[in-house]
Protein backbone atom coordinates (compact mmCIF):
# COMPACT_ATOMS: atom_id res chain seq x y z
CA UNK A 1 0.00 0.00 0.00
CA UNK A 2 1.07 3.39 -0.77
CA UNK A 3 2.40 5.63 1.90
CA UNK A 4 2.21 9.32 2.01
CA UNK A 5 3.90 11.47 4.37
CA UNK A 6 3.99 15.31 3.85
CA UNK A 7 6.77 17.35 4.93
CA UNK A 8 8.08 21.33 4.18
CA UNK A 9 5.65 22.82 6.96
CA UNK A 10 7.37 25.95 9.39
CA UNK A 11 6.76 29.46 10.61
CA UNK A 12 6.36 31.84 8.10
CA UNK A 13 5.57 35.60 8.76
CA UNK A 14 1.81 37.08 7.12
CA UNK A 15 2.68 37.49 3.12
CA UNK A 16 5.25 34.67 2.70
CA UNK A 17 5.20 31.53 1.06
CA UNK A 18 5.86 28.52 1.79
CA UNK A 19 6.14 24.57 -0.11
CA UNK A 20 4.84 21.70 0.95
CA UNK A 21 5.73 17.83 -0.36
CA UNK A 22 3.45 14.89 -0.31
CA UNK A 23 6.15 11.98 -0.65
CA UNK A 24 4.43 9.05 -1.58
CA UNK A 25 6.19 5.31 -1.19
CA UNK A 26 4.97 4.40 -4.95
CA UNK A 27 4.06 5.92 -7.72
CA UNK A 28 0.86 7.88 -7.54
CA UNK A 29 -0.23 9.65 -10.20
CA UNK A 30 -1.68 6.66 -12.27
CA UNK A 31 -5.13 6.58 -11.73
CA UNK A 32 -5.11 8.52 -8.33
CA UNK A 33 -6.54 11.68 -7.43
CA UNK A 34 -3.85 13.13 -5.25
CA UNK A 35 -5.54 15.82 -2.46
CA UNK A 36 -4.32 18.61 0.24
CA UNK A 37 -6.31 19.56 3.17
CA UNK A 38 -5.74 21.46 6.13
CA UNK A 39 -6.83 21.48 9.67
CA UNK A 40 -7.13 24.48 11.80
CA UNK A 41 -7.12 24.55 15.27
CA UNK A 42 -10.45 24.05 16.43
CA UNK A 43 -11.96 23.27 13.52
CA UNK A 44 -12.32 20.30 11.30
CA UNK A 45 -10.38 19.44 8.35
CA UNK A 46 -10.86 20.89 4.77
CA UNK A 47 -9.99 19.91 1.02
CA UNK A 48 -7.09 22.81 -0.30
CA UNK A 49 -6.90 21.42 -3.27
CA UNK A 50 -6.59 18.23 -5.82
CA UNK A 51 -4.60 17.30 -8.68
CA UNK A 52 -6.17 14.79 -11.17
CA UNK A 53 -3.70 12.06 -13.08
CA UNK A 54 -4.10 14.27 -15.98
CA UNK A 55 -3.00 17.22 -14.26
CA UNK A 56 -5.54 19.70 -14.20
CA UNK A 57 -5.91 21.03 -10.39
CA UNK A 58 -8.61 21.97 -8.32
CA UNK A 59 -8.86 24.44 -5.43
CA UNK A 60 -11.28 25.32 -2.85
CA UNK A 61 -12.88 28.68 -3.05
CA UNK A 62 -10.17 31.72 -3.05
CA UNK A 63 -7.31 29.48 -2.89
CA UNK A 64 -6.29 29.23 -6.04
CA UNK A 65 -5.11 32.81 -6.46
CA UNK A 66 -2.60 32.28 -3.58
CA UNK A 67 -2.34 28.33 -4.45
CA UNK A 68 -0.49 26.11 -6.45
CA UNK A 69 -0.39 22.49 -6.93
CA UNK A 70 2.58 20.71 -8.95
CA UNK A 71 3.94 17.01 -9.38
CA UNK A 72 7.20 15.46 -10.04
CA UNK A 73 6.57 12.21 -11.09
CA UNK A 74 10.19 10.64 -11.44
CA UNK A 75 10.19 11.77 -6.96
CA UNK A 76 6.65 10.20 -6.64
CA UNK A 77 6.04 13.33 -5.15
CA UNK A 78 3.43 16.11 -5.06
CA UNK A 79 3.59 19.56 -4.48
CA UNK A 80 1.87 22.56 -2.58
CA UNK A 81 3.17 26.31 -3.27
CA UNK A 82 1.48 28.41 -1.09
CA UNK A 83 2.18 32.16 -1.35
CA UNK A 84 1.05 35.68 0.40
CA UNK A 85 0.41 33.81 3.18
CA UNK A 86 -2.07 34.93 5.72
CA UNK A 87 -3.19 34.14 9.80
CA UNK A 88 -5.93 31.71 8.23
CA UNK A 89 -3.59 29.73 6.62
CA UNK A 90 -1.98 28.43 10.14
CA UNK A 91 -3.09 24.55 10.34
CA UNK A 92 -1.76 21.06 9.81
CA UNK A 93 -1.93 20.43 6.25
CA UNK A 94 -1.94 16.56 5.01
CA UNK A 95 -2.10 14.50 1.69
CA UNK A 96 -4.21 12.17 0.58
CA UNK A 97 -5.30 10.08 -2.48
CA UNK A 98 -8.32 9.00 -4.06
CA UNK A 99 -9.77 7.19 -7.13
CA UNK A 100 -11.81 9.79 -7.56
CA UNK A 101 -12.62 13.60 -7.51
CA UNK A 102 -15.85 13.69 -5.70
CA UNK A 103 -14.79 12.37 -3.23
CA UNK A 104 -10.88 14.21 -3.19
CA UNK A 105 -12.68 17.26 -2.59
CA UNK A 106 -14.75 15.50 0.17
CA UNK A 107 -11.73 13.72 1.91
CA UNK A 108 -13.73 10.76 2.41
CA UNK A 109 -10.86 8.58 4.51
CA UNK A 110 -10.50 6.84 7.39
CA UNK A 111 -6.54 7.16 6.98
CA UNK A 112 -4.31 9.72 7.43
CA UNK A 113 -0.91 10.66 7.45
CA UNK A 114 0.59 12.63 10.68
CA UNK A 115 0.89 16.15 7.75
CA UNK A 116 3.05 18.94 8.62
CA UNK A 117 1.97 22.10 10.69
CA UNK A 118 2.50 25.66 8.82
CA UNK A 119 1.80 28.85 11.37
CA UNK A 120 1.39 32.21 9.97
CA UNK A 121 2.31 35.00 11.82
CA UNK A 122 1.88 38.41 11.95
Known amino acids: QVQLVESGGGLVQSGGSLRLSCAASGSIFDGYVMGWYRQAPGKEREWVGA???????YFADSLEARFTISRDNAKNAMYLQMNDLKLEDTAVYYCNKFRTLAPAIQGASDSWGLGTRVTVSS
Open 51 to 57: LTPGGRT
